[in-house]
């Protein structure tokens, strides 16, 4: 690899190239890339119908026979040798007519008959029964009175010789109850709105006026915000990071890396694999995020067709961010994916200086816990600090490159910081980054040479 530029980065640009196109070109990205990016457009798709098939109702406009449990009351379309063919009626209460009769068709029985009688009983219940069987097949007598406390009372009366069943009449005078209920309501001008309100059971909240909706929802935005930057980076220097220990591992102990370090710069090799690697992971998880969108749009597409009138719980999140953070600028989310891709391959450059002073592969899985402790103190911070409030250890960390970029970009975001902090703890990073490349680049090629 020739290079006949000439400083502290001599031949970059070549080790760069060389080592992002071997890394795209393999199969396993490749696979990878398309393989994962499909399952997650499939599973950000599926949020938004789950979403949708949740809150449809089990039929469009829901029927007023699940309102009164005339399905499990009654059992559906009950056998017929098991229900009335008539009900006759002693209406001592003056209830109107309609409500019994407008009932039964309700439950779908077209040929069960309502009679109102003038029968007088007078307790004695023999003349009504004799009357009711010599003139209908299958039937059952209604008292309808109001008693001594003014109650309405609705007394069902059944037959000898009669096949009707006494769960079935059980059943149909607790679904009219129901309705009955509802129309007492109806006929005193009160709407069907009013009645579910009346029907609800009452609950109690107290809740401390001196914060406004608006408070609410940023406090809301602070811990939602973090929470996805601090899985994102975490994600990604997990996954990747592991990668750079690995080929700065075999590669320095390789021969050709003697001869490679004559022509190249220490400094631009390391700095030219790991940022590779960086920009290989980079572009990788920008496919995985631009599936993700695609997927959730496209469910939100289906999700509409399943149910016109449902609610996607995540763009109303998203709207109540943009209408309640002062900090969603353009400047301000450059800044935050500035922050975000520079701490990514600090974080990269990092587990290559880790490589470089473990000499045997067996030392390196204790080695890379020097590498997972800022990553870890970082996402805890960024994850936790704002949902515990501690807003001290936060406004410190911004300015600590090793978790920073954790912590500053959410709160650019959500506008707990300001532009000129955010760039002044961007600028602190790129020095950090760049003496880190320095000192890594020295100690692999001191390893590599076997000098001290």
Known sequence: MKNKERGMFSGFSSVFSFTAEQNMKAKG??????????????????LSVIMAVMQKPDEAGEKEEDKYGIEENLGGNAEEEKRMDTIVVLNNAGL????????????GYEDM????????????????????????????????????????????????????SGEFVKGFAQSFELYYNDMKYLEMGIGETEIEILNLPAGITVTET??????????????????????????????????????????????????????VKPYALISGKVLAISVTAIVQMAVWILLGVLGFFAGDVMAQAIYPDYHNILFEIVNMIQKTSTGFS????????????????????????????????DDVSTAMGLFQIPVI????????????EMNGLIKVSEYVPVVSPFVMPADLLVGKASMAEGIISLLVLIV?????????GKLYKNKVFHRK
């Open 210 to 263: 001196g914060k406004d909706m608006k408070e609410t929802n940023l406090t809301l935005a602070q811990i939602f915000i973090p929470m996805v930057f601090s899985l994102l980076l975490f994600m990604m220097t997990c996954l990747y990071g592991q990668s750079v220990t690995k080929v700065v591992m075999s590669e320095k102990s390789s021969k050709l890396m003697e001869m490679l370090l004559t022509s």
């Open 96 to 107: 109107s007519e309609n409500i019994l009769t407008d009932f039964v068709k309700l439950c």
């Open 432 to 440: 950090f980054t760049f003496v880190l490349v320095f000192v890594t």
């Open 29 to 46: 990205f490749r696979f990878s890339s398309i393989g994962i990016g499909l399952f997650i457009f499939a599973i950000c798709a599926a």
């Open 377 to 388: 103190l970082g996402f805890f911070i960024s994850y936790f600090g704002s949902a515990a």
């Open 113 to 164: 008959e309502v009679v109102y009688s003038d029968l007088k009983i007078n307790g004695e219940y023999k003349e009504f029964a004799e009357y009711c069987t010599g003139n209908y097949k299958s039937s059952i007598g209604l008292q309808i009175d109001v008693d001594e406390e003014n109650q309405l009372t609705f007394s069902y009366l059944m037959f000898p010789n009669t096949k009707v």
């Open 330 to 361: 353009a400047s301000v989310v450059v800044i935050a994916i500035l922050m975000t891709v520079i701490g990514f391959f600090m974080y990269c450059v990092w587990a290559g200086l880790i490589a470089s002073v473990v000499d045997k592969v």
